[in-house]
């Protein structure tokens, strides 16, 4: 303070003097004087040049030093922009790329909704194959706002075509009606779930074209184009209709299906010859085919965005808007047709009325564009929500709804794709597929049992291979059989959380020990209270099966085990329960089938050894058409019928072997059709065949895997067979055209052992796979 | 069955096979096996090959990653422990301690701890997969064999002389230090568990 207070001491004393020299002079008189006044004064006094430019460069110095800081400052804070501007940007990017790749999972989706559709009914599902190559070149554009805006822009110009051409094929009253009605029932049936804006919106869309309508109906009657070309922008209206109409209503898909096939040949055949289209028309297809285009655009980004997504608000509303413009399209296009075999030779009409068109057009078209603007976020999803729900109810698109359900999708995806599952499970891929399968069935209402299988449950605690399993009659229990020594009771519905598959994880409720060795088969009674089981210490257990709701750790209950049936005298690969007289049908390496009283625990009642020609049996079941005789298939390769009643061989059913190595012959499972006389038996030369139980004659034999085939089961109902084989993989077929109509890979190899066996729960819709890995697979 | 000339061996057990045909097939290097079960098959396969020769059912192969060969390990005691937790089931008399099968605390805690073994070794949370374990999962195995150490401590009789069970599940402890020494207090016969361990309590 003082020094600054000191120059213009200084200063203001030498004004009066003149030079610096002189300026020392009255310093020093001031000096002087203020030496004789305050000590305050002493010190203002003492001035010096020296001194003076020492703080006039002090001063300077510390500006210097804060402008450095200053500028050290901005450029912190310029990086630090810099930063967060590229943080932004990476997010951005990281949106895209999220977006972009729903879409590409969405295009996966729409593939396999279309080859499963193909598969169920032979023909194209005209829905998803349209929209992939366009679709990756929209991709390309990213869903950015702009190229929406500019798709926008192409619907309006589209729109107002469409009212032009409308007003060309012209109005009658009977149309409007139909219109109004077709309108009303469309509005009724989505005004049932949308907003009240989007109400308003379509009504006053639909108001604005009555309106137009009835003022261009009175302008002129239908100055037709050519017949040809105004035929084909509404057959791109008509696809672009069956787009969204697939998509609005299932029930519908076959007939606008049927309907859009035949249009698009007779487009087809019409486009052809159609030379004499004018400048005009040409300019209105390729708007057309913009508005295809965006359109599939449209309705990518609208299944592909999440409820929080932005222009697509702007979207979705204007397809609604669509929906009701199609179904009038398609009215109008059945009355022009009627018409235009009675018209002949018109002409379009003249630029100026296009031109007014056009204004009228975009006079209605500014409302849907303000509503979602003026319309919150939420708002336009939610309403979107129920009407596809509803729409949709069938698919269960969980992509276009709330934002939860679009991330669980994508994590569905992804963990379908990650799981080990192969070509089989890319039925896995898609959530939706079991909804699909379900509304298909009950579309069509052909059988009981669903079309396509998805893994749901995987069975985890054994210790080793399992060998065999068997479902409970009625509840959803499984008992599985293995090389561990144990059996183990698992209980469906009692599932504990898995983190991270797909598939649930389930916990034994029982161990069954008894066994000194591994256990290779078991079978359950016919009502679930009792189940058996052979190993390989030759002998069956029987056990009494507990409730399906006992607590895991109870106490140990030995009257669990019902006691041991002994009499064979080497490992028991095969049981069979019959229902008829409660008895149980054994087969052992030992060379004997035996027959035993379920009721009591005794020897035998009978024994077949047939002397062993017919080498080791292997497998045995009931013949479900007549309840006394059974099937045995032997490690010869032969199969026989018995009756147990005279315990005679009735019949040896056809096979023509070679007398070359014996394991090839080997059969590892004979099964009974539960209602038709065959006999169906899984070779180890990876073969299936089929016998006549009554000719004995062979029916068919098919190459099933790739490996030996293990076992096999049939459904309930008789109509299809499941396969399990060495090569890992499960196969289910239809019995009547013996065609193969679905494959898992399901299992792990343990030396070259893979799926043991499979099974059929009797009366619910499951399938269970037992593999050497010692796991085994629940299906749905 | 191994089949005739020139062909490759199956290692399957078919159905319709003899117990004394099971595993009836010539013995694979480590190297060569190419299934993600190898290291169970590997064990299981020595094991069958000689029973007592605890020291080579115990030795890594090469290049073995040590959890999973742990963890494998210890699969098989369990499953081998079910065979010990049956004969308990058949053989159990009333005692002073108790009158029927029922309250037998020795089978209730075999089944328990086996149950429970079968439970946590399986568990998809823990071990997910037989091919790689990971660190804090392998810290569970410790847990594991103090239960199942006292499931011997509660017997211990001629079973071991067919199987040399607990001998190896004790040697296999040891070695790999997954439980501490003080534990140990089943007497095993074998001189070689008290040259490598010094003070050994005894039973």
Not at chain 1, 452 to 458: H, I, L
Not at chain 1, 462 to 479: M, N, S, T
Request: glycine share 6%; with cysteine; hydrophobic share 35%.
């Amino acid at each position: 303070m003082d020094e600054q207070a000191g120059p213009g001491v200084f200063f203001s004393n030498n004004h009066p003097g003149a030079g610096a020299a002189k300026g020392l002079g009255p310093l020093a008189e001031a000096a002087a004087v203020s030496d004789g006044a305050a000590a305050a004064g002493a010190a203002r006094a003492q001035y010096s040049l020296p001194g003076i430019l020492h703080f006039l460069q002090h001063e300077w110095a510390r500006f210097e030093v804060e402008r450095a800081q200053w500028e050290v400052e901005r450029a912190e804070l310029q990086a630090q922009i810099a930063f967060l501007q590229g943080e932004r940007k990476g997010q951005e990017n990281l949106k895209k790329d999220l977006v972009r790749r729903i879409k590409m999972l969405e295009y996966a989706l729409k593939q396999e909704r279309a080859k499963y559709h193909k598969l169920k009914y032979g023909t194209e599902l005209n829905q998803g194959d349209m929209k992939p190559p366009s679709y990756d070149s929209d991709e390309g554009n990213e869903t950015e706002v702009q190229p929406q805006q500019n798709s926008q822009l192409m619907w309006k110009q589209g729109r107002q075509l469409l009212r032009q051409y409308l007003q060309e094929v012209g109005y009658t009253d009977t149309i409007l009606d139909v219109k109004s009605k077709r309108v009303r029932a469309l509005l009724g049936f989505s005004s049932d779930v949308t907003d009240r804006e989007d109400d308003k919106n379509q009504d006053s869309v639909i108001n604005g074209t009555d309106a137009e309508v009835k003022e261009t109906a009175m302008i002129g009657k239908s100055e037709l184009t050519d017949s040809a070309s105004v035929l084909d922008n509404f057959k791109f209206l008509e696809n672009a209709a069956a787009d969204f109409s697939d998509e609005d209503e299932d029930e519908d898909v076959d007939g606008r299906e049927k309907s859009v096939i035949d249009t698009s040949t007779i487009v087809r055949k019409k486009a052809l010859p159609d030379t004499s289209e004018d400048r005009d028309t040409k300019e209105a297809l390729k708007e057309f085919d913009f508005l295809v285009a965006s359109e599939e655009g449209d309705s990518e980004s609208r299944s592909a965005g999440d409820g929080t997504d932005w222009e697509k608000e702007d979207q979705c509303l204007v397809p609604e808007a669509w929906n009701v413009d199609q179904g009038v399209i398609t009215k109008l296009k059945e009355q022009y047709k009627k018409e235009r075999k009675g018209k002949k030779g018109v002409k379009r009409p003249n630029r100026s009325k296009l031109q007014d068109m056009l204004a009228n057009l975009r006079d209605v078209d500014e409302l849907p564009s303000l509503q979602p603007s003026v319309g919150s976020p939420s708002r336009p999803s939610s309403s979107r929500l129920p009407e596809h729900e509803i729409n949709r109810a069938d698919e269960v698109e969980a992509l276009t709804f709330p934002p939860s359900s679009g991330k669980s999708f994508i994590m569905g995806a992804d963990e379908a794709l990650e799981s080990e599952l192969g070509l089989g499970e890319l039925a896995g891929l898609t959530v939706a597929n079991e909804a699909d399968s379900l509304a298909y069935d009950i579309a069509n209402n052909k059988d009981a049992l669903r079309k396509t299988w998805n893994p749901k449950f995987t069975l985890r605690s054994h210790f080793d291979g399992i060998r065999a399993l068997a479902f409970h009659p009625i509840e959803p229990v499984l008992i599985t059989a293995s090389e561990d020594h144990t059996l183990k009771m698992w209980n469906l519905q009692k599932t504990a959380p898995a983190k991270k598959s797909t598939s649930l994880d389930v916990e034994p409720i029982y161990t069954f020990r008894a066994h000194k060795g591994p256990v290779l088969c078991v079978v359950m009674s016919s009502n679930g209270e009792q189940c058996y089981s052979g190993g390989t210490d030759g002998l069956i257990q029987g056990w009494n099966t507990t409730n399906p709701n006992i607590d895991p750790y109870d106490s140990y209950d030995p009257s669990v085990l019902r006691g041991p049936l002994v009499g064979h005298t080497d490992a028991v690969w095969g049981l069979a329960y019959s229902a008829a007289h409660h008895r149980l049908l054994s087969c052992s390496a030992d060379g004997t089938l035996r027959v035993w009283n379920t009721a009591e625990v005794a020897p035998a009642l009978s024994v077949f050894s047939d002397n062993q020609e017919l080498g080791i049996p292997a497998s045995v079941d009931l013949v479900s058409s007549d309840p006394s005789h059974m099937v045995a298939s032997f490690s010869k390769g032969y199969t026989s019928i018995f009756n147990m009643e005279t315990q005679q061989r009735i019949l040896t059913l056809e096979s023509n072997l070679d007398a070359t190595t014996n394991s090839s012959c080997q059969i590892n499972r004979v099964i009974s059709h539960p209602t038709l006389p065959i006999s169906i038996t899984a070779h180890e030369d990876r073969h299936i065949k089929f016998y006549d139980n009554n000719t004995g004659k062979l029916i068919h034999s098919m190459v099933a895997h790739l490996e030996a085939v293990t076992s096999l089961a049939v459904d309930p109902n008789g109509l299809y067979l499941m396969s399990g084989s060495h090569d890992c993989s499960i196969r289910l077929w239809n019995l009547e055209s013996k065609t193969c109509i679905q494959e898992f890979t399901a299992h792990r190899k343990k030396f070259e052992e893979s799926i043991h066996d499979v099974a059929f729960h009797p009366s619910k819709c499951y399938i269970a796979s037992a593999g050497a890995d010692a796991l085994a697979k629940v299906f749905v | 069955m191994v089949m005739a000339e020139g062909a490759a061996v199956l290692r399957r057990n078919r159905p319709g096979t003899k117990v004394q045909d099971f595993y009836n097939w010539p013995d694979e290097s480590f190297d060569e096996m190419d299934s993600t079960l190898a290291v169970q098959q590997y064990i299981q396969q020595n094991i069958r090959a000689d029973c007592c020769n605890t020291d080579k059912i115990l030795e890594p192969p090469e290049g073995q990653e040590e959890g999973v060969w742990k963890y494998e390990h210890l699969r098989q005691f369990c499953l081998e422990l079910n065979g010990l937790a049956v004969k308990f089931q058949r053989e159990c008399h009333p005692d002073t301690s108790h009158k029927t099968p029922k309250e037998c605390p020795a089978i209730h805690y075999t089944r328990h701890t086996l149950d429970g073994a079968a439970c946590l070794l399986n568990s998809n949370k823990h071990f997910l997969s037989r091919v790689s374990i990971k660190e804090s999962s392998v810290a569970k195995l410790g847990s594991v064999c103090h239960r199942i150490y006292r499931i011997f401590s509660h017997i211990f009789d001629e079973y071991e002389n067919e199987t040399f069970l607990c001998h190896r599940f004790t040697k296999f402890v040891m070695k790999y230090n997954l439980m501490s020494k003080d534990n140990l207090i089943v007497p095993i016969l074998g001189e070689e568990v008290q040259n490598s361990v010094s003070g050994e309590s005894e039973a």
